[in-house]
């Protein structure tokens, strides 16, 4: 058996009924942006997304369109790819779980505890959001009878269902939160997720009767399996759990399972004892990102927040709308959205401070030396030390991402980009033209392109788009995909003779 050689890394499946909008995006870019920081690193790494299909409000949409269940997701999945593909999205793969590659999987796993007594047939009664298509305690009620969600009225529901002895994990469970911190993220998710199986376990229903929009149960054709616990199994079934032994050695545990925070009941209580139950390894770490908000209002389909990620990627470009709300929210933390600071963040951080520099530098590039980088013919002075300590602080910082520390990352990154237009008014290269110091200039320009070489390849994890187009700009021969942290990310390594292009600004003036 190969070992784990991946980095594994999912998003949570969208629900295939909603529209886009930017709560989907954040989840999505922030996962992305890891990818890519993982690869620049140099890791092997498997990025998952992908659709939930299944499930009664699923069904019910389709009815009311006169189509099969298949035919309605079938006909609005793509706009998923559509975000995707907007947001300059990089996964490895996407999985619908209505491939046969996650149902016949599904079937299998739930047949395992089945098999081994953790799953058992019992009757069920209690307070049913058919939105949420889950069952809510009399506590968790709003008022005693709204879903706490949807603020609809539940309705009672009695039924045959097959349950899943979760009450039997929660020791094991506890052990688990107290022993791996790093399990839950960040902590006070872990906390909250503490108290609740502390406060006691109960086993929980994994089939349905009422509708047969979902897997099978095996054993019993009478039943479908939840949505939920269909849902969470993407997770393996993609990546060869049952199918492709050798593939699954390589990728499972996750490294990180990136969720929103209104998912970790599912995602750091019923999904680690599932695959307990399983005898699987546990994933490394689930991180629940908080809300973004818009006037105060959490995103969703429903009211009338929910931005749709073309709306902004329009009028701001992809780049700055995956830089901005890394760079705006401390990740785990809820965060506000507002088009001002958006327009604020692409005007100074990207417009004035990056983009500027690289048309200032270019620029002189090209009118003092005829474009072809100069060869450092004089050794660095204090100047530039001030300026390669500048950077030394923005290639170690960026480590933060790591951590998914996304905004301390940027921080540190910016104080680097800063360092370097503190270097050109400091050194005032178009004074040393003038005074016909050669060397001296020279030094200057080769400094400066090679900051902008070094900047092009720490901002790829989360402008690919800018990134690229800056590295064309400076005429080297090795590609950018090529580059690796921390390896190349040093001074000193652009090759003098290289033959650099100003080209168009990097981040043109936004349209009025
Ligand atoms: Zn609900």
Redesign the pocket.
Known sequence: MPAKDTYYLTTPIYYPNDIPHIGHGYTTVAADVLARWRRLRGDRVHFLTGTDEHGENIARAAAKRGMTPQEHVDEINPRWHDMLSLLDISNDDFIRTTETRHTARVQDFMQVLYDRGDIYLDTYRGAY?V??E?YYVADELVDGRL????R?P?EQREQENYFFRLSHYAEQLLRLYDAEPSFVQPAVRRNEVRSFVESGLQDVSVSRVSFDWGVPVPWDDKHVFYVWFDALLNYVTAIGYGSDPDAFQRRWPADVQFIGKDLIRFHCVYWPAMLLAAGLALPEQVYAHGFLLVGGEKMSKSNATGIRPAELVDHFGVDCYRYYFLREISFGQDGSFSWESMEARYTTDLANDLGNLANRVLHMVGSYCGGTVPEPAVAAGDAESALAGGLAAAIEGLAAFDRLDFKKGLEDLWVGIGAVNRYVEARAPWKLHKQGAADELGRCLYTCVDALRIIAVLISPVMPDAAARLWAKLGLDEPLSAQRYPATVQPGLLPAGAKVERGELLFPKLAE
């Open positions: 959001c939105f949420c889950a879903c706490p969600v949807h609809r539940v």
